[in-house]
Every structure is written in C-alpha cells, then in structure tokens.
C-alpha cells in the first residue's frame, strides 16, 4: 500500500460543503471500546491502493472529530449537537483512463470520491468511497473481534415492512432452464405479487421499500433500498453533510428499537426462502457457478478486483468432486479448457452467515494456470454452490427453498341466516330458465339468492348455464368486475368439519374461466349467449337484458379492480380460527391437515387470478 499523507499535511474537509449521498453499510462494533472498532475502520479505507497502468489514487483531504473534544465544525457545530460520538472523513482524488484510450497515456479522467464514518455508542455507518466498498466488506468479514454485520432479520424488519416497490431476488434451488437464476422486478406493491409457489424458490438480495408513515421521522423518508447481506443501505442525496448525520441518527434509532424486540419478529417476506445456520444438514455439492456481476443489484458491491475476478472465473474450469456427507468438496479448476488443479472449498460459519474457505489441496500440476483461478475465488465471493440437500450457498448466505405450508389470506365469513348452504340454486328446479326465473323469489333460500342479496349495488347478471364464464357477474358502483362462481357446502351441521374436496370443482372452474378476464372477450360471450330468460338486475332491480351491464364492461378502464369470489360456505369461521390458533409443534388433527391441502389449493388458484391481475377472494360462513 501506498503511505498516505498524515492528516497535519493534508487540507481538512469542507464540511460545509457537502451534500453527500446516503448510501451507507451499517455495523455493530464487536469491541469492548467502540472507538477502536471505529479507529480501524478509518484507517482500512485510508489505505490507497496501488497505482497502476489504468488508476491512480491520491488522499487530498481527510479530518477526524470526536464529541468529546468539543469542536465547533464549520457547517455542523459539534458533534454533540450532531448526536454522534466521532465523525471521520476523507476525500480521494481519482485518475483513471479513459475506457476508449489504451494503457500507454497521460490522459486521465479525474474524480474525487467521498468517504464517511460516523459512530454513536456500538453502531458505525461507513459510507466508503467507491474503490474501497469491497475491501470493507472482507475486512468485516476478516475482523469479528471488531465488527459485525447487522443481522438480515433486524434490517429486513427495520427498514422493508412497507410497501416493496423493487426486489432483487437470488435463486435458492437447483440451476435448471425452466427456473430463474435471478429476478428483478419494480412495481406498486410487489409484496402483493409474490407467490408462495413460484417465488419460495428464491432468497431476499436486495429491496426497495416505502418507510411507513407512522415513524413519524424528519428525515428518514419515502423509499430506502436495503441490500442484506453486505448490510448497506441506500437513501437520496443529502442537501447539507447536518442532514446525512441526522438521517444516520434516525437509521441508528431504528436498528436499536427493531434489535431489542429480535426474538418476536416476523420477516418482511415470508413467501421467500429463509437463511440455514446450521449445516449438519446441507450435503452433497454437485455443481458450481460465478455469478454474472453485470446482473448483481445495483447498489450491490461490483469494483474493479471484482470484475477482473469475473472475467477470469467466466474462462474457467470448475468441476465439483463431491463430497456426499458434508458442505464441504473439492474442486477441479483450470482455465481454456485445461485443467490446473485441485482447491478444497469449505463453508465456514460467519456472523449472520458464512464464508468460503478457498485452498489448495495438494500440488498444483499446472501451476500458472491454477494460481489465477485460485486467486480469483479467494479475493471475491462470486462463488454459488449447488447441493443435492436442496441448499444454495451465495454471497455468504446458505439458503434453502421455503417448504412451509402458507395460509389462504382472502377469507371472507359472512353470515348465511336464512339460507340454505347446501343448496346452490334456486330449489326443485333443473331448466337452467326455470332456475334464472326463480332467483330471489320469497321462496329462494338457494346460495343464488344469497348472491343477489349481498351483491346488488351495481349491474348483475346471472350467467348460469352451459359455458357460462361464472355464475355472476358483477360490476359495483366503484367499477370492480367480479367474476362469483357459487357451490354448495356439504352439509349444513354446525360441527361439520374442512373439506378441500367441496372447493376442488369450484376453484377449477374459477381458474378455467379465467380467459374471460379480457372485457372484449367477455362481451362477445355474453351477447353470444344471451336469450330473453337471462337473469339480470341494476341496484337489485330487475331488468329485461343485459345490454346495460355489456355498455358498462365496455367503458371500464384497464386501472379498475378485477376480482374473482367463490362462494362456498362449507368452512366455519370458529372451526377456521380454532384450527389456526393451535400452538405449533403440536400433533396437527386431521382437520388442520385437511385445511392445509385446501388452503394450497387456494393460493394455487390465487396465483393464476394474480397473474391475470385480479384478485381472489373466498366466501364462508360465519355462522355458529
């Protein structure tokens, strides 16, 4: 390393003049005295790196504070005031060939880079500049007497419980053409989009998420990005260096809330694959591969080691030899198709994860070619391990496919008095124009005349009969389209246990039908099949056609709600709640096996009304 200028020689830090961007990586200092934590970490990212034919770096101003010497900072005040206990900073100046010039030239591009450290009590935010965000990231994991990452768990629930507008997602199972190596994906809410089938297979990379309202902070505002497991945050520019210190206090404030209720918290995303600790379970590597930096995050750590890394490993051999009874394996590597030699991989625990131990077994038999393969497994973490337990080892993470059975969320309890559950249309009637004609007589206690009861605002038609799109169709006075497919339960016992077999023909029907969803389509079905005995009403009116509602489906926009209801009262509320308030690890009765089978069922159907961009809701009964 090049010694840099002492910090007498060198100017101080215009403080009032920076409007730093917030982006930080946030950590625990593991020390006795925080302040040494702090002191080593200033003086890792003041070390230069060394010059070379492509860049060249030259520390040209640094300064260092600490509350307890009372200095006035021009711009700031003093720390105390700040609400931090030491501050560090230091700027970089930058010369690097342009990418469209050779090595061999004097003509340079030059930037200067910014680097921050502020601590108060144990926690440290270092916003590094941007040649030594790698170095940071392997000088934690090299110094756990002195620091730690925050846990993923406490950021996760820190900072993305509001509304996710992006996600980056990382596989967790086994590589394979029919299955994403990675996801990226922006929306409104994509906690709403994620799917319990399609995206258990993936673990959390990195978010952006809408901070709540509710925690009533000054600075800490609209959307922050998070990516876990290098423990980094990101934010919005900063106007003056006094608000990035307020905002880091508010960051501060948060972790500390969030880390001191650990034990009670509920992830931000539990649809997605969950961290492994333990690895007495994770065997059997069968295959490995080197993650494409270009499609990494972009808040993600990618520097030059790290592309120069990628660059070799894309070239390279790496052939597992397995290891069936742990994590750990050997690896053939080699480089042009020529193999070099043979390295030992371990996975050793980490705080909140792990890291590779790279090394070489045995000689070499191709030395010069072996050594820069080594060397670039070793100096990044690029590495993604594949197991026949079902594990995926990434970033320092090992991960597993999320197994666990997720209750249907959209239940509705409605009351059914003076109703007959059992019966789905109008009684005694078999013509499908006998059964239109008798909806919502005096004598209709049939689930139809339930429908027309509590679904009346608005324009609704029966569409009962053969090839019919559903039972109803509704369009209500905010312009919701509903789809309601209706089914009898199977008794009318108020003991009457779950069945998933009386909601198997409904939601198959309700999912079927989907290809109604297009208003076009849909229009054309209903003109098609429309005959003078169809049923249909406007505010519970009864009307001769269905010319009005066809008029309405036409003129409704594409940012209108869409949902699909099935009714089928068969599940009791109180049996619903009695079998979800069991205490886990207990022996599961029949009936909660039975509402698992029916609940995946559900969120099965849920998943394709989702991905036609609707929304699914299922009907039961309240009744005691």
Known sequence: MIDAPTRAELPLIPWRDLAPYLSVVVIEATADDPALTFGAVVRELRKLPPANSKRRTKLVAADEAAASEHRQLEGLGTLIAAGVDQLAGYINEVGAVPSWLSERTELLNTTYELGLVVR????????????????????IDASPRLAQRISPLILECTFLMGRARGLWLQSATGRNARHPDAKTSVGIDLKETLNVFADSGYSLGSARCELPADLELDQLRGTIGATIRSSQLWLKPMSTIGDFLATVGEIFDLIKKVAAEEDSLIEAFPELARDVTDLSEVHGAYDVAAIDVDHLPAADVAGEETYDAASILESAALIVMPDSRSARFKLKIGLDGVEGGVVSVTPKPKPHGFLLDIGQSGSFSRDAIAQPVLDALRSTDLLTVFYESGHVYSRGRITKKNTAIFPFKNWQFRSFAGFDVETEKPFDHRSTEKIHKSIGDPTDTSLFGWVLENFSDGWLICDDGAGESA????????????FIHVKGAESSSSGRGISAKSYEVVAGQAAKNLVFMEKERLAEHLR????????????????????EFIEMLLARSEEDAREVVIVQPHVLEKK?????????????????????????LLNSTRSSVVNSNAELWVISSSDK
Request: avoid cysteine; hydrophobic fraction near 35%.
């Open 120 to 139: 108060r009590g144990n926690l440290i935010a270092v916003k590094p500049d941007g040649p030594s965000a790698e170095r940071l990231q392997r000088w």
């Open 471 to 482: 039972d109803f169709l509704q369009i209500n006075a905010k312009g919701t389209l509903r």
């Open 528 to 547: 098609s099949t429309d005959a003078p005995y169809k049923a249909s009403w406007v505010d519970r009116v009864k009307v001769g056609d269905r010319r």
């Open 576 to 600: 619903h709640k009695a079998l979800r308030a069991l205490e886990p690890g207990t022996k599961p009765p029949q009936d909660l096996l039975r509402l698992q089978r029916l609940e995946t």
